[in-house]
């Protein structure tokens, strides 16, 4: 396993070889008490934190695989001084204390000391288990005003930056013997530092460095605008997110749910389901979509003077979103004549130039004309509305590759049967899995 935290500290190096020559001799000697460590200063400027709304029109989740890549990036190896640790696994899990319910990360690592002629030996009962503290974050004009922040927050030194975002802050929550943590009903020992009769030198230098590295952890960040972006283009009109909450489930993975003040649905559990073989993936409430594309149909069907809308109705189906209409048209040729009208919105995913694209094509139209040419061409173009198609592709299209901090989140697969799921792959993720199968074809443009 790659070393992910160097734990040396000179002045307490000596200290810590005498305690281990101590067990294998009968030699004594007087060793330092171990102490608390120092208090570690913490940018924390987030803005205020978010409530678990309990609802959600956005769905964003994460695999474990991937949450496990951004934490071991940020742990860097290190095969160097006295002491080390090696990183063993990472799990998420979630647990209820006195102050509500708790998101977590668990980092179970082993500790290791070099002989002076270079050997490294993995340490007896050295086995803890690191939990840091998930907390979800809105990053706005209202939660956070300085834009500078912002950029900072969502983008590090990336050129081009979104205006808003959302975050998950790492914080350090305890330090545990063992790998308890991991199991249901187990004992779990706190490294406690004003607990005398347990606290030890080796304890003092991995509580000291674990919470140091703690406080080192970037957020993890959510690219939220460009899927509010498309979820706008689905709605015609401008929306924004209001609040946000964070489940965490220990097979599944890590999902963030975000609320509109267009439209939500209850939060259907803490669950974590993902598709095999993806990153990522959003879902947006169903309800939101289908009232949303329905709403938009009949506001342009409303510009058409010649057109009486009486029903109109959407339908997330397996092959896109399905749209039916009805009711009277009326020209010189046509008066009053009843119509019926369906078509369905495909979406499709394509590759084009290293960005994923989805296309919005119609398939169709079908209905009853009651007699009146050119009935279906001026619905074709009043009903087709998601997205604006331009002349080199008869399909609407839309850029769906998203920047995530220093990381390129890519779009493969759209999902819409009862459900309106986006899915894909992260680009570090890419570079460190090369033998991964490229599951989009070239775009046709």
Known sequence: ??????????????????????????????LPSPKCPPPIAQSRDFGPPSQFPGRYSIRMALSVGYVRHLVRSQAAPSDTGTYGTNLSSIWLDQRDTPEGRVRLLQAVFTVWHRAQ????????????????????????????????RRAELLCGTAPICPTTGAIIDLSFFRLIKGSAGLTSGAEERVVDCTDTAQYDLIDEVVLTETMKFASQLKPIVIPTQEIVDLVGDMLGQNVSLTDVGLAADKLGGLEIGFVMPQGSAPWPGDEVTMRQGQDWEFTVAPELVTAGVRQKVLDTLATRQELTVSAVSVALEEDGIGIACGGTIDLPTCPQ????????????????????????????????????????????QSVAVITTSEPIDPCSRKDMSFSAGDDILHANRVETGGVFVVGGRSEKMNQANPGRTELLSACPF
């Open 337 to 380: 004549t009843p119509f019926t009208y369906q078509i369905v919105v495909q979406p499709r995913m394509c590759r084009r130039d290293n960005v994923s694209v989805m296309r919005l094509c119609t398939s169709g139209p079908g209905g009853t004309p009651g007699g009146c040419e050119g009935l279906f061409a001026i619905l074709g």
């Open 117 to 148: 002629d270079g050997t490294r030996t993995e340490l007896p009962g050295r086995t803890y288990t690191l939990f840091l503290q998930m907390r979800p974050y809105l990053i706005n004009a209202e939660r956070v005003p300085d834009v500078g």
């Open 1 to 30: 396993m790659d070393t992910w935290m160097q734990i040396h500290r000179r002045r307490r190096a000596g200290a810590a070889t005498a305690l281990l020559a101590l067990a294998s001799c009968n030699q004594q000697f007087v």
